[in-house]
Every structure is written in structure tokens, then in C-alpha cells.
């Protein structure tokens, strides 16, 4: 079991004089304990008092002062002041002594601090990237690459079992006309008008053996598994990994002497009286769930539509038993939203089992010029041209800096510094120069930096104050599916250390053994901190770069 949190701890110790306040009645809200806006105002503030008029018969600031006797004596010499201000709040300032105990509680804790908070753990099946076979990664894809496998870090730190899948669109029309432009290719033709048409389709098809002349259906299946193996590639490159890649074109096969999966799946639909015939054509009634018309499984030729795939997959997805079903999905798939929703509850799951997150487009600028073509792909930008430009670690920080939901605009000159004005840099460089520090210390090094008088200065406390706001972080972030607020947090984290390190001197001579502890403890927890953060992201923290000499403490 996770160790609670120092904040944890102290919201106990909140709820615990409310009880003292109410003779043991909850109010219908929690107390929030949050940060003031401006330092002056305290450590941490609550409006506890403002949610107990109607139990306690008092006004707020009458109770306000009840809770700070409560408080007084359960804090003792944990709590160095505690004052009432505006309509009732309580705004609260812990000692030094209980700062230290907590830094201490984050130092135990390790690279698990902030971790296994989920209060249910839950086993979470999780689709994203789903590129189409027919074509490298591209940008879109990058972002769904990037955000999908950061909430899957982040869902895992959090203390949920999560599953990363890949789905493979492998069969239908579009795997007929990539075999086309590959024999085209191959025989030194245009593909067709319908076709694929960038560069890469020539260098796959010179990669199969007789492509010119074999059945294109055989020429198409060797062109999707070079592609697919060539998505592996890149998408491991850029830090995303799979536990499976599922085959669409799996699920119309028959298993043995079983039906496949898509007719498994009609027949579920047909049991449950979902599903209707109309002019020869197999219809799902989707508008009975939501949904603005009624979708087609099977044409009037007999041919499956791509829903009737995605139905079959999504009836596979949950009865593999997960908890809950994520999808993450490109810009242009805001119209499968309340479809596959219907198609779940249609074939027995719940809306509250499945997500749909559609990411948002990408918009590439070079010093603020629009870049319109990848230099390899023809017609659009791919995630290995993006890698070789600005690297995994700036490519994966920028994609993720913002929300999944909002368009990005992306400067790659922005992306290549190596300076302040770059987010990540700046943020793997303050790991480094921690990191850094702390071997300096090792070593037994010290700088003639003023020592100061060994206070714990204001940059030091809010630095420590922003270190226990780590869990609260992650489980925000996690139930809100936002990884952007890890790059937020931790940006924040490296600005404020930075202050820190102006404000501290760390290996100053003549410092008290005690204060250099206090501020080594201080710079182990930010490294550790800023780590987990960075791993959640898929960003490396770096030990040293290329600026480490310049370095002072």
C-alpha cells in the first residue's frame, strides 16, 4: 500500500478538526487545502469554515475561529501561525520543523513519491497511434503517439494495470489499392488516381520480390507487413511501445471451426434485438443509443463496412474483461465518436467503460514560417523527419506541452535551441545541474558563494511547498487524462528550483553541516521529482549536458 502523502496527512488532520468543530458531522463538501495566490497569505488555504454555517449554526468567521483553536492544538509545533482572512477562510503556515519532516517523506519514497494514488485501481485497455498500414507515421500520428503513450505512463504511475494496443488497419479497399500503387510502382507506373502516391511507396515496392508481376493481393499483404514493420521501427524510436498489434483482418477470419469475430459480434447485436435488414443491407440501431442515423454493418453486396470492424473490435475489447476502454483518436474522427459509443452500449458495456479522446492537429512552423512538406514523404510530415530534425526528446516535450484536445503550432527553431528560451532543454538542464551538484557534494567540493545567514529562504519553502504538491499533480492529471500538466508542473518545478539555486548556495564554504543537509535534501527531491516527471512524458532526464562546465553552485 502507498505511504500517504505529507499533504494527505495534513488534510487528515483538517478533517479531523472539522469533526471537533461539528461534534462529528460531515459537511457535503471536502475542504479544500490548496496554495494562496500570493506567498504572504500562508502555506496553505481552506474554506472549511464557510462549508459548516448550517450544521455548526455559526457564521464562517466565528467558526473560522474554532477550527484554528482545533488546529493549534493538533499541529502543536508543526503549524507556526494560522489566521483568518475575507469571508471565513483559514489561511495556514507550518513550521520549519514540519517542512523538513515532509521533505523527509518524499525522500523515502523515492521514484515511487507521487505514485499509486489511484483510490480504484482499474485494468485499462488502451488503443492509439492506429495509422493506417498503407504509409509511415505521420505528424498526426506522432501527436497520438506521444499523448497516448504518456497517459499510459502516467495511468501506470498512478497505480492503474494498463494495456497498450495498436490497431491495424489491414484489410478492406485500402489495402487493395496499396497493392495497386505498389505494382505500379514496380512496374515503373503511376499508381492510381485513387491510389498512394508519395515517394516511400516506390522504395517499399523495390523491396518486394517480383512485385511487377505477382498477384497484387499477395504484392499488398508484403507491402503492409514492410510498413508495418517500419511503424515498429519509428514508433520504438520515439519511445512507444505496444503490448499487441491487433490485426483488423483478423476479425474476419474464422477461428477454427468457430465464426469469426465480426459475425460474433452480429450475433450479439441480433440477440439483443439491435440490428435490422433494410434493401439487403445489415443496419445497427445506433439512433436508439444516441447516435444521429443508424450506421450499416454489411452493404447490400454483402461487403463489411469499416464499422462493422470496428464493432467486431470493440466487442473483442470488452470481453477481454478490462475496467475500462480508452480510445485515442486523429482530428478527422470526431464523427465515430457517438457511434462506437453506441456500438459499446449495444453490445453490453456502459458509456462510463469507454472513452473517446480525439487529438487535435499539429501545425509545423520553421522561425515562423509554415512547413508544408516532409522532405522524404511527399505529402505530408512523418514522425522520422520530425526525430531527425529536433530530436525524441524536444519532438515528444512539444507535443505534449498543451492539451490533447487544442491545436499545437510547433517551431521547429524553437525546438533545436539549446537555451532557456526551449522548454525541455531547460528542464533536463536543471535535472543535470542537480544531478551535478549533488557529485560535487560526493566529492567533497565547495564554492566561495556567500553562505548566508542558513534560513530557510522563500525560494527554499515554496521549491518544498511545490515538491508535496507532486501527487495531488499526478492524480489530477491522471483523472483528467492530461499529461500537458505533467510538462506544466514540471517547467514550474525547474523555474522555481532555479530561484532556489540563486537564492541557496548549495556547496558554499563555511555552511553549517546542517543547512548544506537541508539544501542537498532539497536539491534530492527536486532531481527525483523532476525525473518521475520526465518519465511520465518519455523525455530523457539527463545526468550531464553539453553545458554542465559552466555550471556554478
Not at 411 to 416: I, N, Q, S
Request: charged content about 25%.
Amino acid at each position: 500500500m502507498t505511504p500517504r502523502s505529507p499533504l494527505q496527512r495534513l488534510r487528515t488532520v483538517l478533517d479531523d478538526a472539522v469533526l471537533n468543530v461539528t461534534g462529528g458531522e460531515r459537511p457535503k463538501a471536502a475542504p479544500t487545502l490548496e496554495r494562496p495566490k500570493q506567498a504572504a497569505h500562508g502555506d496553505y488555504a481552506t474554506n472549511a469554515a464557510m462549508l459548516l454555517p448550517k450544521i455548526v449554526g455559526a457564521a464562517p468567521p466565528m467558526i473560522a475561529e474554532r477550527l484554528s483553536v482545533a488546529l493549534t492544538e493538533y499541529l502543536g509545533d508543526d503549524l507556526e501561525s494560522i489566521e483568518t482572512a475575507g469571508p471565513g477562510f483559514l489561511n495556514l503556515r507550518l513550521s520549519d520543523r514540519w517542512l523538513a519532516g515532509a521533505l523527509a517523506d518524499v525522500l523515502a519514497a523515492g521514484g515511487a513519491y507521487g505514485g499509486g494514488g489511484a483510490t480504484t485501481p482499474e485494468a485499462v485497455h488502451l488503443e492509439f497511434v492506429s495509422n493506417n498500414p498503407t504509409g509511415p507515421v505521420h505528424i498526426g500520428g506522432a501527436r497520438g503517439a506521444a499523448f497516448g503513450s504518456s497517459l499510459a505512463n502516467l495511468l501506470t504511475f498512478h497505480g492503474h494495470r494498463v494495456h497498450r494496443e495498436y490497431y491495424v488497419n489491414d484489410h478492406g479497399n485500402q489495402v487493395e489499392l496499396f497493392g495497386q500503387s505498389l505494382q505500379a510502382r514496380a512496374r515503373g507506373e503511376e499508381p492510381p488516381e485513387e491510389g498512394y502516391q508519395g515517394g516511400y511507396v516506390a522504395e517499399v515496392a523495390a523491396r518486394i520480390p517480383d512485385a511487377a508481376t505477382r498477384p497484387v493481393a499477395e504484392v499488398a499483404t508484403e507491402g503492409i507487413a514492410l510498413m508495418v514493420a517500419a511503424q515498429k521501427a519509428s514508433l520504438e524510436t520515439f519511445r512507444t511501445t505496444f503490448d499487441r498489434w491487433f490485426s483488423e483482418n483478423a476479425l474476419h477470419q474464422p477461428r477454427g471451426e468457430d465464426v469469426s469475430e465480426v459475425q460474433e459480434a452480429f450475433d450479439v447485436l441480433a440477440e439483443q434485438g439491435r440490428t435490422f435488414e433494410q434493401e439487403g443491407a445489415l443496419f445497427l440501431r445506433t439512433t436508439d443509443l444516441g447516435d444521429d442515423k443508424d450506421r450499416v454493418l454489411v452493404r447490400s453486396d454483402g461487403r463489411a463496412t469499416y464499422f462493422a470492424s470496428d464493432v467486431a473490435y470493440h466487442h473483442a475489447k470488452r470481453t477481454r474483461g478490462y475496467d475500462r476502454v480508452i480510445n485515442v483518436l486523429g482530428a478527422d474522427h470526431h464523427g465515430y465518436v457517438a457511434r462506437i459509443e453506441a456500438a459499446f452500449e449495444a453490445l453490453g458495456g456502459t458509456r462510463e467503460q469507454i472513452e473517446l479522446l480525439i487529438t487535435q492537429f499539429v501545425n509545423l512552423f520553421d522561425g515562423g514560417e509554415r512547413v508544408k512538406m516532409s522532405k522524404r514523404a511527399g505529402e505530408f510530415v512523418a514522425l522520422d523527419d520530425l526525430v531527425e530534425d529536433i530530436g525524441v526528446d524536444a519532438a515528444r516535450w512539444y507535443l505534449l506541452a498543451r492539451s490533447h484536445d487544442t491545436t499545437i503550432d510547433l517551431d521547429l527553431a524553437e525546438a533545436r535551441e539549446q537555451s532557456a528560451e526551449n522548454p525541455v532543454y531547460y528542464v533536463q538542464y536543471a535535472h543535470a545541474r542537480i544531478r551535478s551538484i549533488l557529485a560535487r557534494a560526493e566529492a567533497g567540493e565547495t564554492t566561495t558563494a556567500d553562505p548566508g545567514d542558513g534560513a530557510v529562504a522563500p525560494s527554499e519553502r515554496e521549491l518544498s511547498l511545490a515538491l508535496l504538491a507532486w501527487p495531488d499533480e499526478v492524480a489530477e492529471a491522471a483523472d483528467r487524462r492530461a499529461p500537458h500538466r505533467i510538462a506544466t508542473y514540471a517547467l514550474s518545478l525547474a523555474r522555481g528550483y532555479s530561484a532556489f539555486y540563486r537564492d541557496c548556495p548549495v556547496l558554499a564554504a563555511g555552511l553549517p553541516d546542517d543547512v548544506r543537509a537541508r539544501r542537498l535534501d532539497v536539491c534530492r527531491a527536486t532531481a527525483t521529482v523532476l525525473a518521475s516527471a520526465l518519465a511520465i512524458l518519455g523525455v530523457d532526464a539527463p545526468d550531464r549536458m553539453d553545458r554542465e562546465d559552466a555550471v556554478e553552485a
